[in-house]
């Protein structure tokens, strides 16, 4: 063998040499891409199911707060919940009034001293299927789980809503879970890896009565502070409240209101009724504040309270029976037909404290529960 062909050998065995040190760094290489890759994966996974959880408690506290719904916790036309029916709203079918007249969870001692768990008992929850697009259940016969169909490779994230006591009246717990993926089970991992992420609020209701007032009528200048406890415009920006404007008679923007479940209405400016539509005098209190002076030309016997910022001009037509179970307030002075008559009612006016208003989150209430 000449010196070339060594020289040749040696060269080769350093090519060898190098192509597998060059094999071993692209081998390390693809580890460590790999490696990032899952790594974003997870990130990935935990940061749908946290912004999940969020848009869930968002979403339950607005629901809290809003009117009637159907099985798809879309808006719809209110029923009485009678003969074991499920309720309109949201609260009447996720929550139950206690023996102390609040709003409890399902399974809380106040509650389950007072009533059965509601007829849709089921937990609520929703699946985005699409940008803007979400799929959701308030019931048994919901579609939370349907989701759409998706594309390969496609995440649907999705949130369930489920409320414990936090201790005192009037205050609930809302825990919001968040998965990165549709699912049965988000604990359910043979499917593939999955994230989840649940965060609780503290909410306490914001009553619509602060303090019941102790007669029928209450007149005179600072009433409405003295029955409601705060400001008017503070009043009027909470979020369980309905704004109408008439510009004349109420009768038909009253009752639409009511339809949709709403049962506490600001009317900005005067309003005029002639009428109270039939969902009014269905023995469910009624809140009824007018900016303004209200002109009552309606007979029938509903029950609530009542509020006219310049006062109240109540006189029906001759020979009608006409009462309010409840309180009329006014900031001006009352003047009805003595055919009116004014009942105090201690229970209507506690039915509408303890459970009428907005749920409210109270600061620094937010809690990472997973």
């Known amino acids: 063998m000449t010196r070339r062909n060594e020289r040749g050998l040696g060269t080769l065995a350093m090519c060898m040499v190098l192509l597998g040190v060059l094999a071993l760094g692209a081998a390390w290489a693809a580890r460590q891409l790999a490696t990032a890759q899952r790594v974003a994966a997870n990130d990935l996974r935990a940061a749908t199911a946290s ?12 629901m ?17 919940a ?24 399902p399974g809380s001692p106040p509650a389950a001293a007072a009533a059965p768990a509601p007829a849709a008992s089921t937990t609520p929850a929703c699946t985005n299927s699409g940008p803007l697009r979400w799929s959701c259940r308030c019931g048994v016969s919901g579609n939370a789980d349907a989701g759409g169909p998706r594309a390969d490779g496609e995440a649907q994230p999705q949130f369930s809503i489920r409320f414990a006591d936090a201790g005192g009246p009037g205050q609930l717990k809302l825990i919001a879970r968040g998965c990165s993926d549709r699912r049965a089970d988000c604990d359910d991992v043979s499917n593939g890896p ?21 007669s029928a009528l209450v007149e005179g200048p600072g009433s409405f502070l003295r029955v409601f406890g705060y400001p008017p415009g503070r009043y009027r920006d ?3 409240i309905t704004r109408l404007r008439c510009g004349g008679d109420c009768d038909g923007s009253l009752a ?10 600001w009317i900005d400016g005067d309003a005029h009724l002639s009428q ?35 006062g109240v001009d109540w006189h029906p037509p001759a020979g009608m029976p006409t009462s309010l179970r409840g309180a009329v307030v006014s900031d001006a002075r009352v003047d009805k037909a003595g055919s009116v008559e004014l009942i105090h009612d201690a229970a209507v006016l506690y039915r509408i404290h303890r459970q009428m ?5 109270v600061p620094g209430g937010w809690t990472p529960t997973r």
């Open 256 to 265: 639409q209101a009511l339809a949709r479940g709403r049962r506490l209405i």
């Open 82 to 105: 009678v003969d074991g029916a499920t309720s309109s709203d949201f609260r009447g079918r996720f929550l139950l009034i206690g023996a102390d007249g609040y709003y409890h969870a």
């Open 276 to 310: 109270w539509p039939a969902s009014a005098l269905d023995g469910t209190p009624l809140v009824l504040i007018v900016d303004g002076r209200l002109d009552l030309a309606a007979p029938g016997h509903p029950q609530g309270v009542l509020y006219a910022r310049d």
């Open 64 to 80: 809290l707060n809003g009117g009637a719904i159907d099985e798809a916790c879309r808006p719809a036309t209110a029923r009485p």
């Open 238 to 240: 909470q979020p369980a």
């Open 51 to 62: 912004e999940g959880a969020e848009s869930g408690m968002a979403w339950a506290v607005a």
């Open 194 to 214: 999955i994230g989840v992420a649940e965060s609780a609020q503290h909410l306490a209701l914001l009553s619509a009565l602060r303090v019941p007032p102790p």
């Open 357 to 361: 208003g907005s749920f409210v989150p």
